[in-house]
């Protein structure tokens, strides 16, 4: 008589089965990216610049969306506006309304109305022009049940106001202490936006948003000291692949444990302008 072997049980998985879901973005290439001026804490004008080197590097992060199955819009850079290749502080785009940019440094004032011209030229019938200061997808993130809000550098708290009436979606305000962590993009990402799924760097934000994001996303990933300082939280996901800069190593395994594809890149000249792969990319929603 044969040895019965007792069923093997399948633990279940701790999370879904992940796929993604074709996106579109607004990009620019850094053909004029220079670092002419200092408005962060990464900025150094005393540093030179590579721009074909940016531009190799920018090219890279482009193709790989196209590979991956995305559609890619470009926005043709400006002279004289550097920091064009940042396309996520153009605007915040939802369910195809667009609530433009109204930047709080004047060094990159006109960005603001390049990128209204590209919306409205593009047929997007909503259309709105900011009254207060925000900086697009640099302090707007979109989950699946709010807009989370960055505020203490750059966007206005007013902002969030406005947002909440244009798009009709609770706004969550969070307050960010760091000077180097001085976009919401910068110390917070958004994993899947069907699930409210998100990473980020605690000290970036302050005791009570801190607090805010520990009972409202208890399951986050969060990242240590060297990730966030390489960047890692500006990061772009599709529901499956995460892209986020190769320097953030740390971030990997415990991205691959959550079922993600993380994808390194290196925009290590980009970062000279306090930008990365978030940073360069515009969500066309």
């Known amino acids: 008589m044969g040895i019965i072997c007792p069923a093997v049980r399948e633990e279940p998985s701790l999370h879904p089965l992940r796929s993604a879901t074709p996106r579109r973005y607004l990009m620019c290439p850094p053909e004029h990216f220079g670092v002419t001026y200092t408005i962060n804490p990464w900025m150094d004008p005393a540093k030179p610049v590579d721009v074909a080197l940016a531009v190799a590097q920018w090219e890279d992060l482009r193709d790989r969306y196209r590979s991956l199955g995305h559609t890619v819009e470009e926005l043709v850079p400006r002279h004289g506006l550097p920091d064009m290749v940042f396309a996520a502080n153009g605007a915040t785009v939802v369910d195809g309304r667009v609530l433009g940019a109204r930047f709080a440094h004047r060094e990159r004032e006109a960005e603001a109305a390049v990128h209204l011209e590209w919306f409205r030229a593009h047929g997007f019938p909503s259309v709105r022009e900011p009254v207060h200061i925000n900086e697009g997808e640099g302090d707007f993130a979109v989950t699946a049940s709010y807009l989370l809000a960055g505020r203490g550098f750059r966007a206005s708290p007013l902002s969030h106001g406005e947002a909440q009436e244009f798009f009709g979606r609770p706004v969550l305000g969070l307050d960010l202490v760091d000077p180097r962590y001085y976009h919401l993009d910068t110390a917070l ?3 899947d936006d069907t699930t409210d799924e998100i990473m980020y760097y605690p000290p970036a934000f302050s005791p009570g ?9 208890p399951d986050a990933l969060t990242a240590g000291d060297e990730d ?3 960047f890692g939280l500006n990061g772009v996901s599709d529901g499956l692949h995460v892209l986020l800069p190769q320097a953030a190593t740390g971030l990997f395994e415990p991205l691959r444990d959550r079922g993600f594809e993380p994808v390194g890149i290196d925009l290590s000249e980009l970062l000279k302008g306090g930008g990365s792969v978030k940073c360069c990319t515009q969500e066309l929603r």
Do not use: T, Y
Not at 209 to 217: D, I, N, Q, T, Y
């Open 189 to 191: 990402a958004v994993l």
């Open 209 to 217: 948003s801190r607090e805010v994001l520990r009972r409202l996303f």
């Open 228 to 230: 966030a300082a390489a």
